[in-house]
């Protein structure tokens, strides 16, 4: 199964589930664990490993050929992305903007505006075990996280295809990247936490993965703080929680120090444990 795990806000505590989920799976299976969060991946924090492969990814922008140009102003006529601006006798590109859909390229009358390879940040390939961990880190100064995450599934596809659990640590939000980053995935777990922000922004998540028809359930971290609004609301929808991780100064402690939780805390196992039983009962029923 292809697992995404996201939430709607950022802090709720995917990571957290993320790393210590892959590393209780990859005690009994081989697993990969892909983090796209690709602005801010932090999942090698708490998985260390041997370092496989470090890998350049590009996407393709146009690169004007000014002795060529005949400055008819097509490219920008056809560009939806306003990356292209033709001033007079001078044709300015916007790399940052530039989608790499080849229009501007291909409808050149003059072959003046080729497409070249332009540096997007880097993917990065770990093994330790049984878990196979890949991350990918936007360069920074980059407008789009979008082609960075959909060329590492891509990656992820065709090298790890003999795997038959993957976990992704998606981004935070509801945004494009999250969209990109879930939209291949069998089962969305969405982190969040019994606040007033955290159930406003779960109930935003879950408009959009039902909008996107995704399977999904809501695993609640920081049990214990606030109020039962996001019990009764999961109740109301018909959403399933599929566990809880008590809300414990001894726990963030640990965390803060880049330590597996699982392994020091029983009630952390139990809840990977629940959330193990319900991947299985769906992945059977799914065959």
Wanted: charged share 25%; proline share 5%.
């Amino acid at each position: 199964m292809r697992i995404s795990i996201a939430s709607g806000k950022g802090g709720t505590g995917k990571t957290t589930l993320s790393t210590n989920l892959a590393s209780y799976f990859s005690e009994k299976q081989a697993i990969a664990l892909i983090d796209i969060d690709v602005e801010e991946p932090n999942s090698k924090l708490f998985i260390d490993g041997e370092l496989l492969n470090r890998k350049m990814m590009s996407k393709a922008v146009p690169k004007w050929k000014a002795e060529t140009c005949s400055h008819c102003g097509l490219c920008q006529e056809v560009c939806n992305f306003n990356s292209i601006l033709s001033l007079g006798e001078e044709i300015m590109v916007f790399p940052q903007l530039c989608h790499s859909c080849y229009a501007c390229s291909e409808l050149c009358p003059t072959q003046s505006l080729p497409m070249v390879p332009q540096k997007i940040g880097e993917l990065y390939e770990y093994k330790k075990d049984q878990l196979s961990f890949i991350e990918s880190k936007l360069e920074i100064g980059e407008e789009q996280a979008v082609p960075l995450i959909k060329q590492t599934i891509e990656f992820v596809n065709n090298t790890y295809s003999h795997i038959s659990t993957l976990l992704f640590d998606c981004p935070p939000g509801t945004s494009c990247p999250v969209i990109e980053a879930t939209r291949h995935a069998d089962f969305i777990i969405l982190v969040t936490e019994p606040t007033p922000f955290g159930v406003h922004d779960l109930k935003l998540a879950v408009e959009t993965m039902r909008l996107m028809e995704k399977d999904f359930g809501v695993v609640v971290n920081r049990d214990g703080i606030g109020n039962d609004e996001l019990d009764k609301y999961c109740h109301s929808e018909g959403i399933p929680i599929l566990a809880k991780i008590p809300n414990k100064r001894e726990i963030a402690i640990a965390y803060s120090k880049g330590l597996l939780l699982y392994r020091i805390f029983p009630e952390v196992q139990k809840a990977l444990s629940d959330i193990e039983n319900y991947i299985t009962l769906l992945s059977s029923s799914t065959k």
